[in-house]
């Protein structure tokens, strides 16, 4: 048993780490990815919020002018 384990262990090890290194880069091009749209979701929500804020002003105004 040990002389055919030994050959199937050794095979795949020089596959391993090109293999690992190759997911590794994934993961990190995966997690970059995620920052970046996280970013730009939040830079989104806050022109958005600005904007909501900026038109509620404008509707308030509108108000007291119609009202006076």
């Given amino acids: 048993m040990d002389p055919g384990a030994g050959p199937r262990k050794e095979r795949p090890k020089p596959r391993e780490p090109a293999a690992r ?3 590794a880069k ?5 997690q ?3 920052q970046r ?5 939040y830079a989104l929500n806050r ?3 600005e904007l ?3 038109q ?3 509707f308030c105004k509108q ?3 119609a009202g006076e």
């Avoid at 994934?26 to 995966?30: C, L, Y």
């Avoid at 749209?37 to 979701?41: D, E, L, N, P, T």
């Fill in 47 to 49: 022109v958005m919020t």
């Fill in 21 to 23: 290194l190759e997911k």
């Fill in 56 to 58: 509620f002003d404008s």
């Fill in 52 to 54: 909501e804020q900026q």
């Fill in 32 to 34: 970059e990815l995620k």
């Fill in 26 to 30: 994934q993961r990190s091009a995966q």
């Fill in 63 to 65: 108000m007291q002018g």
């Fill in 37 to 41: 749209q996280r970013a730009q979701i």
